[in-house]
């Protein structure tokens, strides 16, 4: 009886450690080998990690999955979050466009096999994209600024094109805009049922890939679209800066922040190092092979899980990527030290923040014209706003990046107008260099429009050298 009692004490032990190793690798806390018909556990076959949560110090293996921003779970937003008494009057969004196909290739190696067809069986799976396939065939005639209007509606080549966007792009724009029609038509009616062409302000870079991106989006955020209300005008600058580009200073900065760049890289022996082993096994000199960018590649490779290039002498791996990963975060880091990119920040995003301003002025005012308004850019674009507004810990721009600006009425005090600034669905109004310190002496959820607007018209160029007070001034001024 005794040894029959430990028998079962003894199965139900296992039982019990059995079902914990399991949950433990479900929950990917222990290594699982990823053999398959008895294969080695070195295969190469997948590289895609998948930690559960953020490491406790910077991982270049977390932040690249974090860049690629791969369609999976619902998101978690703290967009249109307000008290019942605030009323949504305008929203403007910025976007960086989609998961693309690598706009550099690695010399004397295969490139990634990527469809950019689109296929609604395949993976990452939306629910609207044979939809949005179908919406898309219909706009052939689309009306848009050329020469947006001689590019295609939707990414359609069974190998991808440099620089296309891909199947992952397309569904993770349907995502954003399916997100924020919950939010800003469904629960904040922003728009009317019948709204018109008026009250949508469209913008968009010549690339396919941002026409296609911005598109996505719309089809999420107002689905079956009527083609004749939608207007696209085209951007020719990746700063948005319209009629305003031409800013000397503003390249002075760029070429001492290219400069600080090529500095560093110069005093990182493992970068160097790294790029050496590289150009070794693809039989490219170093120096070729650094000019090619290779961590751009290498990108699409991780993003969609797909074994890095080999040669005959070896094949890129991932400690090579971890290298060149860790000294882009490193580069990061010291970029907002050293202030010569938050200099050429304030100068390049100023064009945009300032129509972006103007525009929730109006609105404020009680026009109510271009209530959505969608920029469809680049992380070149992005990148300066986040700067300039001092999100200084803000990320860099990943696929599909979004940064949303809220203008809001306080229904108790009609005559005051609020804003909130969200980056990715984190709510970073209180971040802002403009807003970081209002929350201390008010208890109000969000920042005062006149705060943002002094900031744009003002402050900007005081922060560069105090002795400016418009734009072409402190474009004209002394070097930096």
Known sequence: MLHRNRFLVLLALAGLLAFLSLSLQFFHLIPVSATKNGGSSKSRKRIMPDPVTEPPTVDPVYEALLYCNIPSVAEHSMEGHAPHHYKLVSVHVFIRHGDRYPLYAIPKTKRPEIDCTLVASRKPYHPKLEAFISHMLKGSGASFESPLNSLPLYPNHPLCETGELTQTGVVQHLLNGQLL???????????????????????????SRTLQSGLALLYGFLPEFDWKKVYFKHQPSALFCSGSCYCPLRNQYLEKEQRRQYLLRLKNSDLERTYGEMAKIVDIPTKQLRAANPID????????????????????????????????????????????????????????????????????????????????????????????????????????????????????????????????????????????????????????????????????????????????????????
């Open 297 to 480: 590649s290498m990108l699409c490779h991780f993003c969609h899980n797909v074994s890095f290039p080999c040669s005959r002498s070896g094949c890129l791996g991932m400690e090579h990527f971890k290298v060149i990963k860790t000294h882009q975060i490193e580069d990061e880091r010291e970029r907002h030290e050293k202030l010569l990119y938050f200099g050429y920040s304030l100068l390049g995003a100023h064009p945009i923040l300032n129509q972006t301003v103007n525009r929730m002025q109006r609105a404020a005012s009680g026009w109510r014209d271009e209530l959505f308004t969608l920029y469809s850019a680049h992380d070149v674009t992005l990148s300066p706003i986040l700067s300039a507004l001092g999100l200084l810990e803000a990320r860099f721009p990943r696929f599909a990046a979004r940064l949303v600006f809220e203008l809001w009425q306080d229904h108790q005090k009609p005559s005051e107008h609020s804003v909130r600034i969200l980056y990715n669905g984190a709510d970073v109004t209180f971040h802002t260099s403009f807003c970081h310190d209002f929350h201390k002496r008010s208890p109000k959820p969000m920042c005062p429009l006149e705060n943002l607007v002094r900031f744009v018209k003002q402050d900007m160029f005081v922060a560069l050298d105090g002795s400016s007070t418009n734009y072409y001034d402190a474009c004209h001024g002394e070097g930096a």
């Open 181 to 207: 029609r919950d939010i800003y038509l469904r629960k904040h009616k922003l728009l009317p049922n019948n709204w018109s062409s008026d009250q949508l302000y469209l913008e968009s870079t010549g690339k």
